[in-house]
Structures are given as C-alpha cells and as structure tokens.
C-alpha cells in the first residue's frame, strides 16, 4: 500500500529537494533526495560532498531529517564565532603584556591540550573541509611548513593547516573506510 509522505515544513518531498540529513555518527549534512520509497516510506538521502556509497535510507518521518538552514546564516554564525576568538586573542595578548612576568605564552594560551598533540602519519582525525565542516580524514604525511596531507574517506587528498585538524573520538576510529 502506497503511503504519502508526513507534512513537514521545510522539507518538500521529491526526487532532487534539498534537506540536512543526519549521518550515522549524528552528524549533521546538506544532502539531496535521490528516491522516494512510497511502499516502505522512506527516501535515498545523498551527503553533498561524499561518494554515493555513504548514501541512506531514512525514513520520511524521521528525526535524522531536517529543513536545509540558509548556507548564508550558517556563514554569519561562524563569522560571529571567529570574531570572538580573535578578541579573546587580543585580550589575551594585552594580559600578557600588562603582566611581563608571567610564564606562559599567548601560544600555549589560545592552543588547547588537544592542538598542542602531535599527529602522525596513518591517524585518523576529523579534517576541515572548504565548507567548514569536519570530515572524517585519515593523515597521509606530515609536512615541513607544519601542515598536513590527509586523505578524505571519500577518497579526496587535500593539505590541511594543523588548525584545522580535531582528533577523532575514540569511539568512531575504525568505523569508517
């Protein structure tokens, strides 16, 4: 028996609408409907930017489904974010200069303990990607100039500041790829 599909606001059910769809380690992603299943009631969602083998099934009804946030808004809450860091910088510079005696550096200040790690070659991290999201990587090589050549899981090869490189949660190493 054919079902219809739930009315949700902001999600258009058809081949080709645009919907955040969460991924298996609750991440969430800008994805695309690929199919429509009427009988079982669920869809084929693609993650924009990943092979088509991470493609899933969801359920229409499903809390992993969402309406796509504007990229705009998204890019003014980071830009916020990133001002903030910067004053905290600055606040902590100026702390340093009106206290010459104290020991630590602004470097060990703005680095957390997990930035200060090193990485090696074969670890898997969670990389930054040209949309600002973190994506599951593993390290190919360390570099000279202090950056790093990590392989996507979607097979993608790219050279990535240590800045923008997290570790990766023990309980999702070995989970994917």
């Known amino acids: 028996m054919s079902q219809k599909p739930p009315h949700r606001p902001g999600i258009i059910f058809e081949v080709g609408a645009r919907v955040e769809a969460q991924d298996y380690l609750q991440k969430w992603y800008p994805s695309r409907i690929e199919k429509i299943d009427y009988e079982e009631g669920k869809m084929l969602v693609h993650f924009d930017r990943w092979s ?4 899933e099934w969801i359920f229409w009804d499903s809390s992993r489904l969402r309406p796509l946030e504007r990229p705009a808004l998204r ?13 905290l910088s600055e606040m902590r510079a100026s702390r340093l200069r009106e206290h010459p005696g104290s020991t630590e550096s602004t470097e060990d200040q703005t680095e957390s303990p997990q930035t200060r790690q090193d ?7 969670l990389a930054r990607w040209t949309d600002c999201r973190y994506y599951p990587a593993k390290i190919e090589s360390v570099n000279k100039e202090g950056t790093y050549t990590v392989q996507f899981y979607d ?6 500041k240590r800045m923008h490189i997290k570790s ?4 999702a190493k ?3 790829g």
């Not at 890019?75 to 004053?87: F, H, L, N, S, T």
Request: charged content about 45%.
């Open 52 to 55: 088509h083998r991470y493609d």
């Open 174 to 176: 070995g989970q994917v």
């Open 119 to 125: 990485l090696r070659s074969g670890e898997e991290v």
């Open 75 to 87: 890019k003014e809450g980071m830009k916020e974010e990133e001002e903030i860091c910067e004053r």
């Open 168 to 171: 990766m949660p023990e309980d």
């Open 155 to 160: 097979g993608v090869i790219r050279c990535v």
